[in-house]
């Protein structure tokens, strides 16, 4: 399963973050270390920032994974983007009649002419090339499927279907997906590219996966226009622990990534964000935590090892005996089971007051108890 992350093109898209050149050239050594197969590294004919970045990402990176440029599907962007020393071109050019009429103001006919004179010049110009119709999944069917045959035949080596606007469901992507994989051939890479506006990024991506999609879109932390993009984390996670496909990506760095991009954007991970957020692998309910205790799988679905995170064990009104005996050993401090229940009893009396219960206040208190 090849993962294509889009962290530093969609992801930057996204109001509020505008990375230095210096600054997506550190993500991307982080991304080619993370193991990634292909990093969408700008749009090169956007501006010069991005024109510099793609082409100083792939002398940087470019010898240990594909760097890709997005471009317009015409003559001006192509050049640019080649210009960068880049082998790999995402031309897109949206297909929907919403976009057709009011954006490109472009007939059917044209788009069409446009697919496949831009594939074919990209190829004749020695490049790889992965075709978007973006906004594919409100394309009329018919008019997509004569628009990715176009771009086959002009080409193409790869055909990513974006879910420009997150409106599908699994069950919806899933039949589109598997569709177009019968319709393309073994011999084309299909890939998901899919927005998180319903919060189903993850999902539709799993499922396209499940119906024959080779790649993903993905980003670190999900970022990207409006809800974003679907997440990096998740998804490799996904693929390997509930789809039991294979992917490059070294997961244990996963959390390192994740918290990189996030000082990086100034955007901070939210507690609750699956595989990485402070609270993944939280627990404080007494019997959540003896659970964990006694063998972590009990509420675990993954160690959090595995992914680069931790194990939080907290104290609150929740707690039990055998979470604050872990947490206070774990500071050198054997206490008896009764003392242990005074202790607690202190620490819910706390919880309740509103304070946030921390180790340390374990700590004081059972210290208090010793000394006295
Ligand atoms: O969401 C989208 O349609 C895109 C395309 C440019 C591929 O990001
Ligand atoms: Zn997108």
Redesign the pocket.
């Known amino acids: 399963m090849r993962i294509f992350d889009?962290t530093l093109?969609?992801g930057e898209?996204a109001p509020g973050i505008d990375l230095t050149v210096e600054q997506k050239i550190m993500i991307a050594n982080k991304l080619a270390d993370l193991g990634v197969d292909v990093i969408e590294a700008g749009f090169p004919a956007s501006s010069e920032g991005e024109f510099v970045a793609t082409k100083r990402i792939f002398e940087e990176v470019g010898d240990k994974v594909e760097v890709i440029g997005?471009s317009r599907s015409n003559k001006n962007d192509i050049d640019k983007t080649i210009s960068t020393g880049i082998s790999s071109i995402?031309l897109?050019i949206?297909t929907s009649e919403l976009h057709m009429k009011y954006k490109l103001k472009m007939t059917k006919e044209e788009v069409l002419n446009r697919i496949y004179e831009s594939v074919r010049y990209a190829k004749d110009h020695g490049m790889i090339v992965e075709f978007?119709p973006?906004?594919?999944t409100r394309t009329e069917e018919d008019f997509l499927f004569t628009a990715i045959r176009t771009a086959i035949e002009a080409g193409a080596d790869r055909i990513?279907i974006?879910?420009?606007?997150g409106v599908m469901h699994p069950f919806k992507y899933y039949d589109l997906i598997k569709k177009i994989v019968n319709f393309v051939g073994e011999k084309i890479i299909v890939s998901t590219?899919c927005?998180n506006d319903f919060g189903l990024a993850t999902a539709n991506s799993l499922a396209g996966v499940y119906a024959g999609a080779r790649q993903v879109?993905v980003t670190v932390n999900g970022i990207?226009?409006r809800a974003g993009?679907a997440s990096l984390e998740e998804v490799v996670m996904g693929i390997k622990k509930l789809l039991n496909y294979e992917v490059n990506v070294k997961t244990w760095k996963l959390y390192e990534v994740s918290r990189f991009v996030a000082e990086m954007t100034g955007v901070p991970v939210p507690y609750f964000k699956a595989i990485v957020g402070d609270n993944a692998f939280g627990h404080e309910s007494g019997i959540h935590v003896h659970g964990v205790i006694e063998n972590p799988f009990t509420y675990e679905p993954i160690s959090p090892e595995e992914v680069g995170n931790f194990r939080r064990l907290a104290l609150g009104k929740h707690s039990g005996i055998h979470g604050l005996k872990k947490l206070l050993e774990e500071q050198g401090i054997y206490l008896s089971d009764d003392k242990l229940k005074i202790v607690l009893s202190e620490i819910k009396k706390l919880a309740e007051s509103g304070h946030r219960v921390t180790v340390d206040d374990a700590k004081n208190i059972a210290l208090k108890l010793l000394n006295s």
């Not at 974006?162 to 606007?165: E, I, K, L, N, S």
């Open positions: 889009t093109r969609d898209q997005l995402h897109f949206a978007s973006e906004d594919a990513n974006p879910d420009t606007v590219h927005h879109h990207g226009e993009n």
